[in-house]
């Protein structure tokens, strides 16, 4: 294996260990490509001679230039030797239809998620909903009760905005004594990012008229589950969006055809999926996914509810656990998401010294308000044993906590809502595993949580 | 058909003939909802007492809330109530591997195109390129020619850029004599946009050593066209991509995969996919598709050349060629796509009056650099026929031109870089149709562009 042989420059160093200012890659590259000798240099032009580029001097012409290729797709697929970079599907073991699948982000770049990989989590399967049939119903405390056909809603004015959308539950394997080897998105990916689209929910309500004892927004979806949950009217009337649109076309059947609420920044089981009604009420429903569901106890014995508010997370992608650092010692990019609630990521910061020492990464822009941020940074990694660590900040001035941090104000009751930095070991193999902190606090341990058992 | 009934408000009208601030959504709805008179409203709450929703007074429960919806899927598609949303293909009637196919623009919202729907332009097929064996070849006037596998690029940094890719012979009957009725995205669609992933083109041309002859850079494609095609090095220096990612995920098979080069705002030809070989020049190499295709003559029996830029265009995507205003007279959102190779859209304006008088449409945020910027305003149509355009002005000042102004530069020879403004007439019926501006100049009509026949 080739190790790039170029010397790295005091001044490039911008933390320990081995993490590098990003000029280094405009100086150098990674020395990954192989010279290629077998290619004569005949100092004739391959190209004047040969227009058809018939003549490549050695440079053999692969099977598929040597036949016409596929047809036309009105809509086409991945890859099939792509065909690995799939949703992790975790279904109730008894109820296939209850369960989660997850983003496998370290198998992608970039911040847009597309619509076949965006997670799912659903409580009675997808419905398969005839948009002819659908309606949406706005009712409770409102002047006139509404009733809207697809077709109707599709000729309202419409906004857009790119934002994540995060499982209140993930990352919640987080929350066990022990680290879990899951893959990176396996772990973490219950959050994806998409460019939603559709009709303020302002515009819909006010069509409605609530009225001034309407205080919450008890949406319900139009699934087997009759999915339920009160979101305060207030967040609706903000920025709550009616989504029609996912990426450009419209929404999938598994995130909600032929309409979700969006709710920016706030936990996934808010966005409520297939929506058919709203009903404006002066009391939240307490429905069951905001009783004996997402609400968490504490360690001073009071129970957290109603937490909607995703709080700022990032996470190292690459290198991730069960990746290995193939080519050995040398230069490498280290790249992850980092996303926020509460509003834009001001920036994230990156050790390769188990947290001793932090360098700034690279965002990714444009930065989006309350969106998937792509951070990256270079890393000279010199064979020895290290520890990766991101942490992120968002405008608000919050910092992602260390898990010791999380763990003392939240407990081991913690279920949702892990946002603890994560931390990866690289061995001298260059094997990357997932580990926790040295330095674990001892609190009472609550039992732990597995992915694929516990959906209900 | 209900008619909204509030009425407009001076202060709210920004040009002639209905087109409105976009405040006047915040106002008033558009009046679709229809009273739900059958939604008995009994006092009692719903959900108190019926926590799972059973109860609903009257609101039916549909079908797919009767039983268990479908099982996670690892990769997901359309709902089949979208499959009208799909490709225009157009391949020549001989051979079904050379044509193009467009991106349904006029059935999209938002401003990203899904991969599925990113249009296609080929010679001889899309190859099926096996990623293992697949070689990028860098070579010529270099100091070391190099040679990378898929594997090695997928170690190097990269970076990411939101821009759509047109090719310059999108939109191209427009040149013809009469406006073409084909729906606005079979006609204009040969544009998509995406997020972009990639290694900078500088990385890997500096670690290469470019020595000071070379000014070209030769690049071909691993299809069974061999596309060639020859590019400034200095525009690949500047921000030319090695893209692997599409959208956060590899690239699609029609679109390059394993490897494409991306040149931000530069016409679709340069663009090259399926990359496998690039080779440093001092000159270009004239290839089929820079001499004999994608040049034009002008008026002045000068060709044009290299025409590498795409320059600021827009389209009025709803309403426009073969939708009908269902629902009569009242309040429209009209929206559409604006673009420009040369930098940022700085505004759109919208005319309902045949161009009479112009209004600033409102821009989705963030308006990225060379990237699809969606524009909307709202428009109260009062019944009466009426004709639509809209132009772009992007941060050059440049504006796009009338159709008069396009033809009197470039004439009826014109094949390439067809960007006139485009002219939607809507009848008191509420349909609407392509026309061409009422003055049309008199041209040498130099024959007609059929796009289904003309694929070579």
């Known amino acids: 294996m080739k190790k790039p042989s170029a010397p790295v420059e005091t001044a490039d160093r911008v933390a320990g260990n081995g993490l590098l200012h990003r000029r280094v890659f405009l100086k150098q590259g990674l020395g990954f490509g192989l010279v290629a000798s077998t290619v004569a240099l005949t100092g004739r032009s391959l190209y004047a001679a040969d227009p058809a580029g018939l003549d490549r001097g050695g440079f053999a012409r692969p099977p598929w230039m040597q036949q016409p290729g596929a047809e036309f797709s009105l809509y086409g697929s991945p890859s099939p030797h792509e065909d690995q970079v799939v949703r992790f599907a975790s279904p109730n073991r008894v109820m296939r239809m209850n369960g989660a699948s997850w983003t496998p982000l ?6 847009i998620t597309p619509n076949g990989l965006h997670y799912e989590r659903h409580h009675n399967g997808v419905p398969q909903i005839d948009p002819e049939l659908h309606r949406l ?12 056909s697809v077709e109707d809603l599709l000729r309202y004015p419409m906004v857009s905005k790119i934002c994540f959308i995060e499982c209140g539950g993930n990352s919640n394997a987080g929350w066990n004594s022990q680290p879990s080897q899951a893959e990176a998105g396996y772990f973490h990916g219950l959050a994806s990012n998409s460019e939603w689209t559709g009709i303020p929910m302002a515009t819909l309500l006010g069509e409605a008229g609530v009225n001034p004892s ?52 706030w936990e996934g089981v808010t966005n409520v999926k297939w929506l058919h009604r709203v009903k404006i009420t002066d009391q939240p429903v307490m429905a069951r996914n905001e009783t004996s569901k997402y609400t968490e106890l504490l360690p001073s014995g009071k129970a957290r509810m109603f937490t909607f508010t995703i709080e700022a997370k990032s996470l190292i992608l690459s290198p991730s656990g069960g990746m290995v650092l193939k080519s050995g010692p040398g230069l490498y990019q ?16 990156v050790s390769a010294d188990d947290g001793k020492t932090w360098a700034e990464a690279d965002l990714q ?4 308000d309350r969106a998937f941020t792509r951070f990256r940074i270079p890393w000279q990694w010199n064979g020895s044993p290290a520890v990766l660590m991101s942490r992120a900040i968002d405008e608000t001035g919050y910092m992602q906590p260390s898990r010791r941090e999380l763990l003392a104000s939240r407990g081991r009751h913690g279920f949702y ?20 902190e040295k330095d674990e606090p001892e609190v009472m341990d609550d039992g732990e949580i597995s992915i694929d058992a516990g959906w209900d």
């Open 106 to 111: 370290h198998k992608l770049e970039g911040t």
């Open 137 to 148: 119903l706005i009712h409770g405390d409102v002047q006139r009760p509404l009733q809207f």
């Open 214 to 265: 309407g205080q919450w927004l008890i949406a319900e979806g139009a699934d087997a589950f009759a999915m339920q949950i009160s979101v305060p009217l207030e967040k609706a009337m903000a920025d709550g969006m009616l989504a029609l649109y996912q990426n450009g076309e419209r929404l999938r059947p598994e995130n909600g055809y032929p309409m979700r609420l969006v709710l920016p920044g």
């Open 334 to 349: 280290i790249t992850g998401l980092a996303w926020s609630g509460n509003g834009k990521i001001k920036k994230v910061e």
């Open 365 to 368: 822009a444009p930065v989006l």
């Open 417 to 436: 809502h892990y946002n603890a930095i994560v931390t990866w070991s690289v061995d001298s193999s260059g094997n990357v595993t997932h580990v926790y």
